[in-house]
């Protein structure tokens, strides 16, 4: 089965529009580099990263995106696409 692999996802919103067109053609596995309890204490990513669970993707947390040679979990397996979104800085826009 095609697999993608989505890095640095911050409230997986990107990943859960994806898992919805998919439906369940390719395995996607979506990281971050939060918590999961940092992550499950804000609503919309809450409802993302139950959606594709719904949809048979793979949620992993505490991912370092520079490091993930050391995640066996990740690298026990190959992919047809890696997506790394741009990452978030944190902070504020300026107007």
Known sequence: MPSILLV?????SY???LSGFNQGKDLIVATCYETEDA??????SS???EQLRRNGALVYFEVDATKLKEYAFLT???YDRIIFNFPH???RRPE
């Open 89 to 91: 800085c944190g902070g």
């Open 15 to 17: 990943s859960a529009s």
């Open 8 to 12: 640095g996802e911050g409230n997986f």
């Open 39 to 44: 992550v499950s204490k804000q609503p919309l």
């Open 47 to 49: 409802a993302n990263v």
């Open 76 to 78: 026990n397996h190959l």
